[in-house]
């Protein structure tokens, strides 16, 4: 790792922010224990589906607040919800995926966009500007973190933002290792729901929409082990065994 900060890795939201703030809560309290600083790097699709989308981008705002070095990684729903508001139309495919949900979660039908526009700007310009200041990637030691994958047929440096936020077969296919551990999200993981790691990635998103499991992947600065944890039926934070996926190169955690 390039610093001394504990980094904290958290799978698709999907608006359930009583899941996420589980996870901070227990983020905060573990970092508190570890004698470390939080780096929390939220894995993107902060919105859409769930029932809570307001609330949490609001999270994920006053998160990045308090620990300054933390990361928002745009996901695909994510970026949906920045058209939007620079735009000002709302994307017809992005409505029928969870993005009704989200302009509901402000206060307004979906068929009263323009409405909704109007007072995200005036209230929730903090939510437009975390998204236009979020990341495409972020890299730490030998892991990578995006929302999606990469492009296993190009260097790390120079992934095109549209496979960072939206590839699947290339990237999940792909076997052999790769230059860097790809930390990902958008593909739940969820027969059973739990993070799984192969020899080139660690796929964190376990479908909290349907399942109530928000996974959290915990980085040790000093050694680059990995532990995981995420909430069970009940809402609690627990340790989770991943699924180790050996598909003849051995694996990366």
């Known amino acids: 790792m390039t610093d001394n900060s504990l980094i904290y890795a958290i799978g698709d939201v999907h608006g359930h922010a009583g899941l996420l703030k589980r996870l901070l809560d227990f983020v905060d309290d573990h970092a508190v224990r570890q004698g470390g600083r939080p780096k929390v790097i939220f894995l993107g699709d902060i919105v859409d589906r769930g029932p809570e989308n307001r609330r949490a981008m609001d999270l994920v705002h006053d998160a990045l607040v308090a620990w300054p070095r933390s990361r928002l990684i745009l996901g695909n729903h994510d970026s949906w919800l ?30 009263e966009p323009e409405a909704v526009r109007t007072i995200v700007a005036e209230a929730y310009a903090h939510h437009h500007a975390m998204l236009r200041n979020a990341s495409i990637q972020e890299t730490e030691g030998n892991y990578t973190f995006v929302h999606a994958g990469v492009d296993p047929s190009r260097p790390i440096p120079e992934q095109r933002p549209e496979d960072c936020i939206w590839i699947r077969g290339p990237f999940l296919n792909h076997k052999g290792p790769l230059s ?55 809402g609690r934070v627990q340790p989770i065994e991943p699924i180790r996926m050996d598909r003849g190169y051995g694996c990366a955690a």
Not at 208 to 230: D, I
């Open 180 to 234: 860097h551990i790809v930390v990902h999200g958008h593909t739940p993981m969820i027969d059973p729901p739990c993070p799984v790691i192969t020899e080139n990635r660690i796929s964190m998103d376990t479908g909290a929409f349907a399942t109530g499991v928000l996974s959290l992947m915990v980085l040790e600065p000093s050694t680059g082990a990995a532990s995981f944890h995420a909430t069970n039926e009940k």
């Open 82 to 111: 920045l058209e939007f508001f620079e735009q000002g139309v709302p994307d017809p495919t992005w409505l029928m995926n969870g993005g009704s949900e989200t302009l509901d979660s402000y206060g307004f039908a979906s068929s």
